[in-house]
């Protein structure tokens, strides 16, 4: 998620009042918006977004190729922490409805055991060194990342490498890995809000390879066996769709060296990298779960700009200020939910969002209209807006301590914005931000929202749902 979510408590009090079942699908009404009240601050030169910045920016960050993979290496010699990221790029694109979960499956598997590491090889010596190697997903690609000491870092990429390259997929470990997803995808139906989540995402993107869940559904993971692991494994694990990010304190001349000797020794293949194309332009919607709960919970999507796009940034902002009204108003003021904000999702395609839980669904979503409007046509001051700016400049860097985080930020700047540099303008970028931009992104993109609600369908009047 954005920053929206870590911002909603602190912008509640110290910037809301200066920032004064099956898919049912109805087109929601044409609304015309009001012209907004002027700034007072004159309008700043946004950032060019085509231009990549100059390599003096950041000196201890370089990019080069190894066998044909990108690497991307950021010297941190303040700790001796290794953090290494594996992306296999493509993400829900290279999913069919049938495949959705099998990389996933495929790299949780091959920790059951690769060709020079039995299972319990590995796992002891995994232990022994202290080491984490952990697998994610997402929209856009799947992640094998290694956490490592200095002295450690050798013996953990062998490790990694091999499950990368020579996973053994016994039909046996493979069922009881497949098994376990199928269960946790199972236990979705427990969590509202992780079903409420899965929902949403559905809903926004139907039609959209970013509507198939990387993790895998109960139907598709139920189908998939040891045999179409191998397959895939053996078509798919590919050098072009790789890219690796290392964040510690390790030469170029050692990382050049792993890679070589490792995953530079595959298939090279014909992938290629690009974002993918836009969502449709679809109507307002909603599903409805009915589930027996305490309270009920609202998720609401819509389509945002590309990472590239001048108005990324701008709706950032906007979808922060609209948290921190949110939150003033359904909870300090209100008292109808413990948990309200206006989140953006970070992607190839942003997302920006509505979220709540609460027993009065009704009346929140009557607020969140109004203070979508007051949004779009109101005042934001200048005073408001720097103080924004610059609680979200503290929250980047806390939120890119770490060596792992920085890896996450380079690789989303190098992928979704095509230059790793760009991470080093992320302040510049927001800093340029004017009101008049957060309100016509307010304008542009809050609107035609798609809904997903889990809880007691009397509490809900499907047609507010449609007035967004």
């Not at 870590?6 to 079942?21: E, F, I, R, T």
């Not at 690769?114 to 984490?132: C, E, F, I, N, W």
């Not at 809903?203 to 998939?224: C, D």
């Not at 920085?406 to 095509?418: P, S």
């Amino acid at each position: 998620m954005g920053y929206g979510v870590v911002l909603a408590a602190v912008l509640a009090v110290s910037s809301a009042g200066a920032l004064a079942g099956q898919p049912v699908v109805k087109k929601a009404p044409v609304k015309t918006s009001a012209k907004p009240t002027p700034a007072k601050r004159a309008p700043a030169k946004p950032v060019a977004l085509s231009p990549a910045v100059t390599s003096s920016t950041d000196t201890l960050t370089s990019k080069f190729e190894v066998a044909g993979i990108p690497v991307i290496l950021r010297r941190v010699t303040a700790n001796n922490v290794v953090a290494a990221n594996l992306y296999l790029l493509g993400g829900t694109r290279q999913l069919t409805a049938k495949s959705q979960g099998i990389e996933t499956l495929l790299l949780e598997a091959s920790e059951r055991g690769t060709a020079k590491y039995p299972r319990d090889v590995l796992r002891t010596k995994m232990a022994r060194l202290g080491s984490a190697i952990g697998v994610g997903a997402n929209a856009d690609w799947t992640t094998i990342s290694l956490r490592a000491t200095t002295t450690g870092l050798d013996s953990t990429w062998a490790i990694l490498a091999d499950r990368v390259m020579a996973p053994r997929l016994d039909p046996t470990e493979v069922e009881l890995v497949r098994e376990q997803f199928v269960t946790a995808t199972r236990q979705r139906k427990d969590s509202p809000d992780a079903l409420l989540e899965y929902l949403a995402d559905s809903i926004a993107f139907a039609g959209h390879p970013y509507g198939l869940e990387p993790t895998g559904t109960e139907a598709s993971l139920t189908q998939i066996r040891a045999a179409d692991l191998k397959t895939y494994h053996a078509t798919q694990f590919v050098t072009s769709r790789m890219m690796l990010v290392v964040v510690g304190n390790v030469s170029r001349t050692k990382v050049e060296s792993l890679v070589r000797e490792t995953l530079g020794r595959l298939p090279k293949g014909d992938y290629r990298w690009s974002l993918p194309d836009p969502p449709a332009e679809l109507p307002g919607a909603y599903v409805i779960e009915q589930r027996t709960l305490p309270t009920n919970y609202l998720q609401g999507y819509f389509h945002g700009p590309k990472a590239t796009s001048p108005d990324y940034p701008a709706l950032r902002l906007a979808c922060a200020v609209l948290s921190g009204r949110l939150f003033a108003e359904v909870r300090g003021r209100r008292n109808l939910t413990y948990s309200v904000n206006a989140p953006f999702v970070e992607r190839a395609f942003s997302l920006g969002g509505l979220y709540v839980t609460t027993t009065q669904p009704d009346e929140v979503l009557a607020i969140m209209q109004q203070q979508i409007t007051s949004l779009r046509e109101g005042t934001i001051t200048d005073e408001g807006l720097d103080r924004l700016v610059q609680q979200f400049i503290v929250t980047y860097f806390l939120d890119n301590e770490t060596n792992a985080d920085q890896a996450n930020m380079l690789a989303r700047a190098e992928l979704y914005q095509g230059d790793f540099r760009r991470a080093a303008q992320f302040v510049e970028e927001l800093r340029a931000v004017t009101p008049e931009q957060i309100q016509q992104a307010a304008r542009t993109y809050m609107g035609r929202v798609r809904w997903a609600y889990v809880g007691d369908p009397a509490k809900v009047t499907p047609a507010r749902m449609l007035r967004f």
